[in-house]
């Protein structure tokens, strides 16, 4: 049988972050801004927002290199 996706809400998989890991520094704010930003892909069923556990799991293992704003100072940036 295939792997199931591990499909959560944000309350849910935030408790469970906590339980494997109940020194973390990761925040429900955090987690608001991963799927606001679609950094994790979410599934929109009625009211509710889904995603893949095990996607946030691989996302905070393997995060996207960020640029460094201050070797940026005095060039024109676009805005986001």
Do not use: W
Request: glycine share 2%; proline share 8%; charged share 30%.
């Amino acid at each position: 049988m295939e792997h199931l996706p591990r499909m959560r809400t944000l309350n849910t998989a935030y408790e469970m972050l906590k339980q494997d890991d109940p020194n973390s520094c990761v925040s429900k704010n955090y987690l608001r801004k991963l799927l606001k930003t679609k950094a994790i892909p979410i599934h929109q069923v009625g009211s509710k927002r889904l995603f893949d556990y095990d996607a946030l799991l691989e996302y905070l293992k393997n995060p996207p290199e960020q640029t460094d704003i201050s070797r940026q100072y005095g060039t024109i940036r676009p805005i986001r």
